[in-house]
């Protein structure tokens, strides 16, 4: 005769299975519709230069795009990391947690199943690598503590390494890490766990200090100085991180834990799972703190979101997890709705957002394409940023230049392209922008200027002739190398491929 209990392990293990499978339908479906975006075709074109760094980042998304390209570039393969993430993630929250309560385990991970960043998170970006392996490292360090095995703690150290060789933000599970083994009852073996541990996890970090020494430091500069310029106090900036915080761990879940927090601290230290709290903790105080003077981006905080909803099991009660739950499907589904009707919205309906321009280039671009196409092979085809350039070498599987200065974001055409090796050749520059004949004709001979409509958007072809490599060189490149390759002397490296190719005097 079963009992209440048995029949709540049923009806959560039943609700589990339905979770996952639905929600793993509406990712694919997602990841198959939603047209590939900026930064995703970014980082395809580094899995088709197969390299050990690229400028922005550590390598790892471009190695797993690498071997996904060897069987095609549709959007739904080229996410299907992204779309497989938080499904693991889910049944490995499951996994952890059973053998305290399996009826709460099923519930805690239809929780994190149901989220709106782990139904919409299909897009492939640095993140997805950093999020699987993060959330790996950390439920193998669990195993390792629970079950006194070195054998765990290795291989904690190697998902930590690949988690670093996706983002730097793993060395903040470093911090967590640290803290939890400061903080915590210790011995001889986890002592000896932790060094193997970190000691598995260096190899990965030597690849990425090698080639940061061999190529300009271009990740390093890039995360801690480039883009961390005038930073200053902003109250805006911290109320942002509040917004996202509220958004990311949702009304009900914040309410329990302040409910909970008298007996929070107590629960948390008797608990085996508190390195999940560490996991979560230091690294949301670290935003906290970073906050008052950076724009926090919505996607920082995700590699460590998992260990949010297993730290849920300790102070939660089972009705609490219930409402929490509900309120959660309502929410995504809201998102979802939302999407739906951006989805199947016509083009024309974009037409008074900001971001109008850009969705026509994506989904017009072959229309445009039609236009330009015959000039292959007598002009080099290019554009001014790197994000229209990488949509292009998306769709049409070849590299479109980026021409001019851009920004401090997306430099690795810096890496892929020579510009000496374009002297005298033809230039074709396409640009969302009105272009003016006084910004491009120092470094043709002669050029000409296209109008382009497409969808009652206008865009514009440039056609430079006889490229003047001297000049591009002295008025762009030289600017260039000034603004983000100014290695400190303090610094050792070898010589800079800028400096290399074009000369620093």
């Known amino acids: 005769m079963s009992t209440a209990a048995d029949d709540r392990v049923t009806f959560n293990r039943r609700l589990f299975y339905i979770t996952l499978f639905s929600t793993l339908a509406i990712k694919i479906v997602l990841a198959a519709t939603v047209p590939i975006t900026a930064d995703e075709a970014y980082y395809i074109e580094w899995g088709q230069h197969l390299s050990y760094g690229y400028y ?202 302040v409910r909970h927090r008298r007996e929070l601290a107590e629960r948390v230290r008797d608990s085996e799972l508190k390195i999940f709290v560490y996991s979560a903790v230091i690294p949301f105080a670290f935003f906290t703190v970073l906050s008052t003077t950076k724009d926090i981006g919505l996607h920082w905080p995700l590699s460590f979101y998992g260990f949010v909803f297993l730290s849920m099991a300790i102070y939660l009660t089972t009705r609490e997890l219930v409402t929490a739950t509900k309120f959660m499907a309502y929410f995504t589904a809201l998102h979802l709705v939302l999407v739906t009707v951006g989805l199947v919205m016509p083009l024309k309906d974009w037409m008074f957002t900001k971001h109008y321009d850009s969705i026509v280039f994506t989904e017009r671009n072959n229309v445009l394409w039609k236009d330009i196409k015959p000039y292959a092979g007598k002009y080099v085809f290019a554009t001014d940023r790197y994000t229209t350039s990488s949509i292009m070498s998306y769709l049409h599987r070849q590299h479109i230049v980026v021409f001019g200065g851009g920004s401090y974001h997306g430099r690795q055409d810096d890496i892929l392209t020579d510009f000496h090796k374009y002297a005298g050749q033809n230039i074709l520059i396409m640009t969302k922008s009105t272009p003016s004949v006084a910004d491009y004709a120092p470094y043709f001979k002669s050029i000409r200027i296209e109008k382009l409509v497409v969808a009652n958007t206008p865009f514009y072809v440039v056609f430079g002739h006889d490229f003047n490599y001297q000049s591009y060189r002295d008025m762009v490149l030289k600017q260039i190398m000034t603004a983000y390759y100014k290695i400190p002397d303090w610094l050792p490296h070898r010589s800079c491929y800028m400096d290399e190719r074009y000369g620093r005097r």
Do not use: E
């Open 56 to 257: 922005d980042h550590p390598p790892l998304i471009g190695w797993i795009l690498y071997g996904l390209l060897k069987f095609g570039n549709s959007a739904l393969l080229m996410r299907s990391p992204a779309v497989a993430m938080s499904t693991i993630i889910g049944v490995g929250i499951y996994l952890l947690l059973r053998c305290y309560d399996q009826a709460r385990a099923y519930l805690v991970a239809v929780l994190y199943m149901v989220s709106p960043i782990a139904v919409l998170g299909v897009l492939i970006t640095t993140d997805a690598p950093l999020i699987i392996f993060s959330f790996l490292s950390g439920a193998l360090l669990f195993k390792a503590l629970k079950d006194n095995s070195m054998k765990f703690y290795f291989w904690s150290g190697v998902c930590l390494g690949l988690a670093f060789l996706s983002k730097y933000f793993a060395v903040l599970l470093i911090g967590a890490y640290l803290a939890y083994y400061l903080f915590s009852d210790r011995n001889r073996d986890k002592t000896r766990g932790f060094a193997l541990l970190f000691l598995a996890s260096l190899p990965f970090g030597l690849i990425n200090l090698y080639w940061n020494y061999t190529h300009c430091w271009d990740n390093i500069l890039f995360n801690i100085m480039t883009r961390n310029h005038g930073m200053q106090l902003s109250l805006d900036k911290f109320l942002m991180w509040v917004g996202i915080v509220v958004y990311l761990v949702t009304p009900p879940l914040l309410y329990y834990v």
